[in-house]
């Protein structure tokens, strides 16, 4: 049987208030993947893999992106990926306008454009290779950068 936490439990690990969670999980934002009945005496249990959506949410709130954009980004991010990818494997990116994720291929894609493609460049690389380059065509020039 799957782990899961309790509501409260929820609450503690990821710092949001018990009236956030019933709300984010009643307007179906997100899911208590495990068990999530409705009605008094019962108790939503939520998976690992729902704490993580869960904070998440509460980043992207935090950085002012609006719950609407969450909701489409969510349910973008499940149809660009599928869902042989856990949300723990991909990295989420904000500028406070859009949602962008890293696909598995290292492509940048808007998830609140229907999975539009993003140009962008890691730049770590692109100095590795341009001092590799310039060392195979100056090796006299990075030794006397180095000195």
Same mark, same amino acid.
């Given at each position: 049987? #799957? /782990? ?6 929820v ?8 009236? /956030? ?7 179906s934002? $997100? ?13 939503? $249990?939520?998976?690992? @893999?729902?704490?993580i #959506? ?7 709130r ?5 719950? #609407? ?24 990116f904000?500028?406070?306008?859009? $949602?962008?994720v890293?696909? =598995?291929? =290292? @492509?940048?894609? =808007?998830l609140?454009?229907?999975? @539009? ?6 730049l ?15 090796p006299?020039?990075v ?5």
């Open positions: 049987m #799957q /782990q899961g936490y309790t509501g409260p439990e609450c503690k690990i990821t710092g949001i208030t018990y009236r /956030q969670l019933d709300h984010w999980t009643t307007s934002l $997100i899911n208590a993947s495990i068990r999530n009945l409705k009605g008094s005496g019962f108790h939503r $249990i939520y998976s690992f @893999q729902d704490i #959506q869960i904070k998440l949410v509460n980043k992207l935090e950085a002012g992106v609006s719950l #609407q954009k969450i909701r489409i980004a969510l349910k973008n991010i499940e149809k660009v990926l599928g869902d042989d990818i856990s949300i723990s494997d991909v990295s989420v904000s500028d406070g306008k859009s $949602i962008y890293i696909s =598995d291929n =290292d @492509q940048m894609i =808007d609140l454009k229907k999975g @539009q493609a993003v140009f962008g460049i890691s770590g690389p692109v100095h590795s290779e341009a001092e590799a380059k310039i060392f195979s065509l100056y006299d020039k030794s006397a950068e180095n000195a």
